[in-house]
């Protein structure tokens, strides 16, 4: 298993509440990762640290390290853009800015400088093409994302964080409000995905973990309860509260 | 927060037992037809056959229902999966210990019983399906490495009487039909004993997630 990024000893408070506790772990690289837990158990916010989402959080205070590129992504001399640029981002809603599908796609490339018409055309194929939704759209790509169905407007905004070309794509819980072909789609998607990115991913669906990922964290009120292969976690998992988790005793 | 389920799980644990049940008492009543040669008895269990095919039915609707209902994980799946394989070796046993009651019903046996002693082998092998049925009941590990190692023991009783009958097939083959009859009984008798050591293992899978490839 190649390794793409090493959380050590990542702690987290906002204010006074501890959120996350000593989190270590190391994420695979082109591989999906799935983090479930109960809410409130501190996976979206894990979620969040890996391309230091939480900075934009009041009082929050995170000690410890994680390692991407070799180097400590809470340096001080890490550029949170490059960062952000490197490891995107997808919610649960989807969130297309008001203007154009082309122009949502070319927004970050445009951003980062690039201004030649025939290169962000590319980008703007290329990253419709990797999200499964150009047949569907490049006949009106000049008009408005918003004029788009729920599940289409997801893959637009996986589309548009692939146009910077990351390197892991963080999802959270990126098809809770899409209907089950939508769902189907984004799961499809993320499996293709994985040969070129690397995947983590909030879920409360247990059966999407099962279906599309190939390692799970279970988190338990900040705690990192477990981290392994998810064939095994789903079959003979290793931890009594991750086994009470899955099998619908809790949470 | 899942009652419901629980109470399914329930219902499938007793139901196993059950089969569990219906297998012990026709082995049962098949040794008892056989040590007395009793033809009656051996008709009787006739309509065993019939309730076996029905209770695994019943179990395999009952397994289906589950996976497709609770999309079950972890200790569940392994509950669900290892019934269904465990419900499948049940009625082979059931069902072989019926065909045993065949032969002994069509006759042939039973004038030259005093040429083959089962009572060793029949008692073994329902030795064998007891501990593999409480291994099951109670979850017991120990008990189904007993019943797996159980099994060199009626393999070699099983051995001992085919021999003998080829044995005295050879000195006697006047009587041919009646050795072959005594043979399928022998055999069955080994089958019963496999099938058990089968559920042992099932047993296994659902405590430790393993499938143990019994030689």
Known sequence: MDTIMEVKDLNLWYGDHHALHDINVDI?????????????????????????????????????????????????KVDVT????????????????PMSIYDNIAYGPRTHG?????????????????????????????TSALGMSGGQQQRLCIARALAVEPDILLMDESTSALDPISTGKIEELAVELKKKYTVVMVTHNMQQAVRISDYCAFFLLGDLVEFSKTEEMFSMPKDRRTEDYITGRFG | MRSMFDQQLKTLNEEMLYM????????????????????KKAHALNNMMSQLTQQERSIENICLK???????????????????????????IGIQACEIAEIIAAGNVVRATDKVDFQELSNEVSHMVQMAMMAYDKKDMNLADEVIKYDDVVDKLFCDIREDLIKQLKDDTNDAECFIDMLMIDKYFERIGDHAVNIASWVKFSITGEIQIVE
């Open chain 2, 20 to 39: 569990g049940g219906l297998c012990e008492d026709t082995i049962q009543q098949t040794i008892e037809a056989l040590m007395s040669g009793d033809v």
């Open chain 1, 82 to 97: 490059w960062l952000r640029k490197r490891i995107g981002m997808v919610f649960q809603k989807p969130n297309p800015f």
């Open chain 1, 114 to 142: 690039i201004t030649s018409k025939v290169k962000l055309d590319t980008i703007v194929e290329k990253s419709l093409k990797d999200a499964a939704i150009w047949d569907e759209v490049k006949d009106r790509l000049n």
């Open chain 2, 66 to 92: 589950l996976l497709m209902q609770q999309q079950p994980v972890a200790r569940d799946l392994r509950t669900i999966s290892s019934s269904l394989k465990m419900v499948t070796d049940m009625e082979r």
């Open chain 1, 28 to 76: 695979p690289k082109n591989q999906i990762t799935a983090l479930i837990g109960p809410s409130g158990c501190g996976k979206s916010t894990f979620l969040k640290t890996l391309n230091r989402m939480n900075d934009l959080v009041e009082n929050v205070k995170i000690t410890g390290n994680i390692i991407y590129n070799n180097e400590n992504i809470y340096a001080p």
